[in-house]
């Protein structure tokens, strides 16, 4: 059973940056069917897909975000990351890791990983 | 970037009921790359339907989905408790992808 488990950080200072890793394990990263993205979800707010990944390195960010967000993979250790910079108080939020299944969605989800923006 | 709209925003309904969820795109989305979400408290989305119609893995034949271009629905035939949560919508075709705002279905 493939399962998703995100880790980084908790706390981050205002103008500072977010690091997240999510680690795949029961199944490899290295897919061609597959996309590994970010998604994250503001306290009591809805859900804002951040971007994803290839395992080929390729990724897309949301525009909303783009200049702030690099998202890489790195294949040896079956993870990929989030790194999120400039920080405010509004990215203040759970983020979750995925996979998405072309034609499926987001089929897995890490069980989410709170950040909290605050000095 | 496509809009999704979801409405209601709550709909109260008691074990048992019929839920019907709406899910409306700013422009043509297609039915291949439509999903739905269901989310409890404190816990990640869970996959229902893909494609605007095809249930995910283990749920549950009272989930259905339908619709196509613009307008897409979900429908809860018999209401369960443990069917009471908030409902996403989302597109999966053009990035960026996009989510609805959400639906809570709520215990009447």
């Known amino acids: 059973q493939l399962q998703l488990q995100e880790s980084g950080s908790g706390l981050v200072k205002p103008s500072q940056t977010l690091s997240l890793t999510c680690t795949v394990s029961g199944g490899s990263i290295s897919s061609r069917e597959h996309s590994w993205s970010w998604i994250r979800q503001a306290p009591g707010k809805g859900l804002e897909w951040i971007g994803y990944v290839y395992y080929s390195g390729s990724t897309y960010s949301n525009p909303s975000l783009q200049s702030r967000v690099t998202i890489s993979v790195d294949r040896s250790k079956n993870q990929f990351s989030l790194r999120l910079t400039s920080v405010t108080a509004a990215d203040t939020a759970v983020y979750y890791c995925?996979?998405?299944?072309?034609?499926?969605?987001?089929?897995?989800w890490g069980q989410g990983a709170l950040v909290t923006v605050s000095s | 970037e496509i809009v999704l709209t979801q409405s209601p925003g709550t709909l109260s309904l008691s074990p048992g009921e019929r839920a019907t969820l709406s899910c409306r795109a700013s422009?043509?989305?297609?039915?291949?790359?439509l999903g739905w979400y269901q989310q409890k408290p404190g816990r990640a989305p869970r996959l229902l339907i893909y494609g605007a119609s095809s249930r995910a893995t283990g749920i549950p034949d009272r989930f259905s989905g339908s619709g196509s271009g613009t307008d897409f629905t979900l429908t809860i035939s018999r209401l369960e408790p443990e069917d009471f949560g908030v409902y996403f919508c989302?597109?999966?075709?053009?990035?960026?992808?996009?989510f609805g705002q959400g639906t809570k279905v709520e215990i009447k």
């Open positions: 995925t996979r998405e299944t072309e034609f499926w969605g987001n089929d897995y």
């Open positions: 989302q597109q999966y075709g053009p990035s960026p992808r996009t």
């Open positions: 422009q043509t989305v297609s039915s291949t790359f």
